[in-house]
């Protein structure tokens, strides 16, 4: 760690920088609001964002703590958080969803995972804003057994042929690639016989297709494989192996970046979410006892999330292996505290949220509409429950007829059982 340079000098380089090319967040608004109800946005909407990216990548400002041989600055996470504390006040690049899970999710995973080859080949890429990830992970028969999927991929020489459907994926109109979950051994156990891939998403054979949502957004697609030709070279892992590559992508998301410096949570809530009052004084409520109560449950609920987020960072980070429900924390509280906060905020305002009436009523109604996305994306409330009761307390796990099974077996009883009922 000899040759990181001083924090604060970093940190004055950073303010110059960012003062001499980027502009304040008030004044470069991007326009690409997620959760914003305006539909599917293009390929073509993420082209500033893109460049915006590169810019930040050829002054040395992307990936900052990722190793430096694939693209990085192999600083320290110090040095991350003090460049992500510096561009606060700047509009940095809005790339969506996929934005989120690529330099997310994603990015930690190949790091873990990928070869030197691969990692050499994508990861510059990644941070220069030129390949954006999504996952290709959920199927339309296989949501929260995520061990339960069915898109094949078939040896064919020195490729594989992919064949399947996935859904509610994030982004993919407008990704480049998708970390794809496929089965390549049919006689295997339902957790094994699993193998990753880097499918690209322009490739011969892919059909992208959005799905609209209760909120007019689109961001959610299905995609459909169809025989689509992917090098061994874009293998993530080994060969069915793509478990413990599963494991990983599940500990990161359902942590939901908390383990990164970008993303950690206020030491303290120091003040109220200025939107619960904007919201109340909206609706003349501002003095309302009862709206009152509700602000202050809500304040209350957000800070104790915010330090259990902190204490999940420190678990993570003390650990090597850390147990694999600690994550399921954070997630469960997400899927719990989100829709009884998005229910509040709708009774501080009474009326006015429901029909959308001005910006603060349009957001209270859409984060009343999206309230219930965290408890089922990403592993529903009851797969934390299991997790935390099974990987963190020790309980006994549920009875399961499939353990140890062929899968091709397992697929065969489920046949007959559903023939057969």
Request: charge should be negative; proline fraction near 6%.
């Amino acid at each position: 760690m000899g040759d990181q340079p001083d924090l604060e000098d970093y940190r004055r380089q950073a303010r110059t920088w960012l003062a001499a090319n980027l502009k304040p967040r008030d004044q470069g608004q991007s326009g690409l609001v997620r959760g914003d109800g305006s539909g599917a946005h293009t390929a073509e909407d993420y082209l500033p964002e893109r460049a915006l990216q590169k810019k930040l990548h050829q002054a040395g400002y992307a990936g900052i703590n990722w190793p430096r041989e694939y693209g990085g600055q192999g600083l320290s996470d110090e040095h991350a958080r003090a460049f992500a504390e510096e561009a606060a006040g700047y509009r940095t690049p809005e790339l969506g969803h996929a934005g989120g899970t690529t330099y997310g999710p994603v990015s930690k995973t190949l790091i873990r995972h990928g070869s030197p080859e691969f990692l050499a080949r994508h990861l510059p890429r990644i941070l220069s804003g030129d390949e954006l990830f999504v996952q290709l992970f959920s199927e339309p028969n296989a949501g929260s057994d995520m061990a339960g999927i069915t898109t094949k991929a078939v040896r064919d020489g020195d490729d594989w042929l992919i064949t399947g459907s996935k859904i509610w994926t994030s982004g993919a109109s407008y990704a480049d690639f998708g970390m794809c979950l496929t089965r390549t051994n049919w006689d295997a156990p339902k957790h094994r016989g699993l193998t990753w891939f880097a499918v690209p998403l322009r490739a011969e054979g892919v059909t992208i297709q959005p799905i609209r949502e209760i909120t007019g957004d689109s961001e959610f697609c299905q995609e459909f494989l169809d025989e689509v030709r992917v090098s061994a070279d874009e293998v993530i892992g080994e060969v069915d192996q793509g478990w413990t590559v599963a494991q990983t992508m599940l500990l990161v998301e359902r942590s939901s970046g908390r383990d990164d410096p970008l993303n950690m949570p206020p030491a303290q809530a120091a003040e109220i979410d200025p939107f619960l009052l904007e919201v109340a004084r909206a609706a003349g409520r501002a003095d309302d006892p009862v709206a009152r109560q509700a602000i202050a449950r809500i304040h209350t609920t957000d800070w104790a999330r915010g330090e259990l987020g902190r204490r999940i960072t420190g678990l993570l980070r003390s650990s090597d292996k850390p147990a694999a429900g600690i994550a399921s924390y954070w997630k469960l509280a997400a899927g719990v505290h989100d829709p009884l906060r998005a229910r509040l905020v709708m009774e501080i305002g009474q009326g006015m949220p429901l029909v959308w009436r001005g910006d603060d009523g349009r957001r209270a109604a859409l984060d009343y509409l999206n309230s219930r996305v965290w408890s089922i994306a990403g592993g529903s409330n009851e797969m934390q429950r299991n997790a935390i009761s099974e990987r963190v307390l020790g309980l006994p796990r549920e009875p399961s007829f499939d353990r140890g099974k062929p899968f091709s077996e397992v697929l065969h009883n489920a046949r007959r059982w559903l023939e057969n009922p």
